[in-house]
């Protein structure tokens, strides 16, 4: 993580907005500690670049800090409101981007890394169900949570799911990764 997010971050904690928030601190540093990591996890793998899941990182957590939170907030809603925040943000930067242009078959690459395959092959899922697949399969969110980060009915989220898993192992297939 740099350096310059924990210290904006920090900065933006002793600010007198931040009485909102409900954290101190040491709160704060240790809701960092346990979301950062997963958060720019996320984040890099909805943009595909580093320096832009960064910079979402540092303004999601400075959105969290001068929200307008309902008090007391536990620490797991806290989360989700960060990755509902982050999603939000990713999601307009992306609209505002140019889209990426689809990449060919993994035959035509055949000096690339099955890695690097694989990374074109989930670019080609749709953002919101990289989005789900990630929140579902590598934070382990539950469908309730899962639904709050991406804007979506409890009720929906499970058949949204298998259609993204459906997606992919069909790419993958096609991808040579039978």
């Keep these: 993580m740099p350096a310059s997010t924990a210290i904006a971050a920090e900065e933006a904690l002793t600010a007198p907005q931040t009485a909102a928030v409900n954290m101190d601190e040491e709160s704060f540093r240790r809701f960092y500690e346990n979301t ?3 958060l720019r996890a996320y984040l890099l793998r909805m943009t595909n ?3 832009r899941a960064d910079d979402l990182l540092q303004e999601s957590y400075l959105r969290l800090l001068e929200a307008k939170l309902p008090q007391p907030m536990e620490e797991a809603h806290r989360k989700n409101y960060l990755f509902r925040i982050a999603t ?3 999601r307009t930067e992306a609209s505002r981007a140019k889209p990426l242009p689809l990449p060919g078959s993994a035959s035509t690459h055949e ?3 099955e890695r690097r395959d694989i ?3 989930l670019a080609q899922l749709s953002p919101k169900q990289r989005e789900m697949l990630w929140l579902a399969y590598v934070e382990q969110f539950s469908h309730r949570e899962i639904a709050g980060v991406v804007g979506a009915k409890q009720e929906s989220i499970r058949p949204m799911l298998a259609r993204a898993r459906q997606k992919l192992a069909e790419l993958l297939r096609q991808g040579g990764f039978a």
Excluded: K
Aim: cysteine-free; proline content about 7%; overall charge positive.
């Design 36 to 38: 950062a990591r997963p």
């Design 49 to 51: 670049d580093s320096a």
């Design 88 to 90: 939000n943000l990713a």
């Design 111 to 113: 000096s690339m890394t």
């Design 119 to 121: 990374h074109r092959l």
